[in-house]
C-alpha cells in the first residue's frame, strides 16, 4: 500500500529578523601614536528594527604587556581606549537594538600606534608577587639613556664612568628633558625626554630621542628602585629606530637594587644601531645617589 503522506508539497511561511549593524569609528582613524588616548565612536551603528539601545566593547588583541581597558567601561557607547605600548590594538563592538535582537557579527577596527621619532625605548615588567598591579601599591623601575659626556663613579668595575644619574647627561625621571645634549640653541629639538614615568605599577617608561649625534654612542639603563615589598620583577625593554623594532631583551629577571645596562646605541653616518649586552651585565644594590 502507498502512503498518502509521500510527494505532498510543504507549505507554510517563515519570519526573517534583520539584525542590527555595529560600526566602529575611531577619531584619527587607523593610525595613532604610543601613548594616545584614542577616542572610539559606536554612536553611528544602526538596525532596522529601531534604535540601538545596547553596546559592549571587547579586546581581541594588543601588544605583548600592553595593560589597558575601555574607559569609562566596555558597555559605553563612545568609550576611550589608552594605548600605552607600540604595537597592534584590534578591537570589536557588539549591539543591541530595541526589540534586544544582538548585531549578527561584531565590526572588528584595528588601530596600529607607531612611533614618530628617531628612537623610542620602552620599558615594560610584571610582578609576579603583585597581586593588582593596577592599584596604586606597586613595584618602582626606572629607564635611563646616557649621553657619551655622562662621567660619575665606576661601581660596575669596567674602568670607566657609569654615567648613571648624571644630570645633565642622563635622561631618567630625576632629569626628564634635558637641553644640553646637542646644540646649545633650545630652539633646536636635539635632545632626548622622558615622555612617561610609571613608579607604581608594570609601565611603561618611555623615552624618546628625534635627533642623534653622528658618531656618539649611548647607553640604556634599568633601575630596580623599589620592590614595595612584591619581591623581583621580570623587566623588559623594546627599542624602535625609525618606527620599527630594532631590539626586544626579551624578559630579564630583576631584584630590588639592580642596575641592568640593557644595551648601546651608536650612530655612524646616520644610521642608529642598538647593540643589546648580556644579562650578566647586572650590577646588584647600584648605590644610587639622589631620592625619588
Not at 590594538?89 to 588601530?111: F, H, M, N, Q, R
Request: proline share 9%; net charge negative; charged share 20%.
Amino acid at each position: 500500500p502507498s502512503d498518502p503522506h509521500l510527494n505532498v508539497p510543504l507549505t507554510g511561511a517563515g519570519l526573517s529578523v534583520e539584525c542590527p549593524v555595529a560600526v566602529v569609528q575611531a577619531t584619527g582613524g587607523e593610525a595613532a601614536a604610543p601613548l594616545d588616548e584614542v577616542q572610539l565612536i559606536g554612536a553611528n551603528s544602526y538596525s532596522p528594527n529601531g534604535d540601538v539601545t545596547e553596546h559592549q566593547w571587547s579586546l581581541l588583541s594588543v601588544p605583548a604587556g600592553a595593560a589597558t581597558g575601555f574607559l569609562p567601561g566596555a558597555l559605553t557607547k563612545n568609550p576611550k581606549l589608552w594605548l600605552p605600548l607600540v604595537g597592534v590594538y584590534e578591537v570589536a563592538l557588539d549591539v543591541w537594538d530595541v526589540e534586544g535582537v544582538k548585531s549578527c557579527d561584531p565590526d572588528v577596527y584595528t588601530i596600529t600606534a607607531s612611533p614618530t621619532q628617531t628612537l623610542y625605548l620602552e620599558l615594560t615588567w610584571d610582578t609576579p608577587g603583585d597581586p593588582d598591579p593596577s592599584d596604586e601599591a606597586g613595584t618602582d623601575l626606572d629607564l635611563h639613556l646616557t649621553h657619551p659626556f655622562a662621567a660619575g663613579p665606576d661601581h660596575d668595575g669596567d674602568g670607566l664612568p657609569d654615567g648613571w644619574y648624571d644630570s645633565p647627561y642622563d635622561c631618567f625621571w630625576g632629569n626628564p628633558a634635558p637641553t644640553v645634549w646637542g646644540s646649545v640653541d633650545p630652539a633646536v629639538d636635539d635632545d632626548p625626554s622622558l615622555l612617561r614615568q610609571d613608579g607604581n605599577g608594570e609601565g611603561p617608561e618611555v623615552i624618546a630621542f628625534d635627533v642623534l649625534e653622528d658618531g656618539a654612542t649611548y647607553r640604556v639603563g634599568v633601575v630596580f628602585w623599589d620592590s614595595a615589598a612584591f619581591g623581583a620583577v621580570n623587566a623588559r625593554v623594546r627599542a624602535y629606530v625609525d618606527g620599527d623594532l630594532a631590539m626586544d631583551s626579551g624578559d630579564v629577571l630583576l631584584i630590588d637594587g639592580d642596575l641592568w645596562t640593557v644595551a648601546t646605541v651608536t650612530v655612524s653616518g646616520g644610521a642608529v644601531s642598538v647593540i643589546p649586552l648580556a644579562s650578566q651585565s647586572i650590577v646588584a644594590n647600584y648605590p644610587a645617589p639622589i631620592g625619588d
